[in-house]
Nanobody
Framework: QVQLQESGPGLVKPSQTLSLTCTVS??????????WTWIRQPPGKGLEWMGA???????YYSPSLKSRTSISRDTSKNHLTLRLSSVRPEDTAVYYC???????????????WGQGTQVTVSS
């Protein structure tokens, strides 16, 4: 059973860089095929795909967030890291990591999700 667990600060000040970690257990992030994705949901809004890192370490980003987003991984710790720079109040959201694959875009297509972590951007 694959499990994903997000962690990071619950409160970040505007203009700072948000850093979140997704620790994966029960499966390797280097297993061929799988993409490890960051998705967020602002209050009262739908899910927003932010980006993904593949089993080989390639990265893909949402065009609207690409200039501020970085996804990396530590294979020795089997975890992913999301960094979002220059945060603003509109970045307030629940942030999720999820396991998907090539071409997967719909929420129900991701087979494993973390529980999500609330991040609030406020001074």
């Amino acid at each position: 059973q694959v499990q994903l667990q997000e962690s990071g600060p619950g409160l970040v000040k505007p203009s700072q860089t948000l850093s979140l970690t997704c620790t994966v257990s029960g499966g390797s992030i280097t297993t061929i095929y799988y993409y490890w994705t960051w998705i967020r949901q602002p209050p009262g809004k739908g899910l927003e795909w932010m980006g993904a890192i593949t089993y080989s370490g390639s990265t893909y980003y949402s065009p609207s967030l690409k200039s501020r987003t970085s996804i990396s991984r530590d294979t020795s710790k089997n975890h992913l890291t999301l960094r979002l720079s220059s945060v603003r109040p509109e970045d307030t959201a629940v942030y999720y990591c999820a396991r998907g694959g090539p071409g997967i875009t719909l929420p129900y297509e991701y087979d494993y999700w973390g529980q999500g972590t609330q991040v609030t951007v406020s001074s």
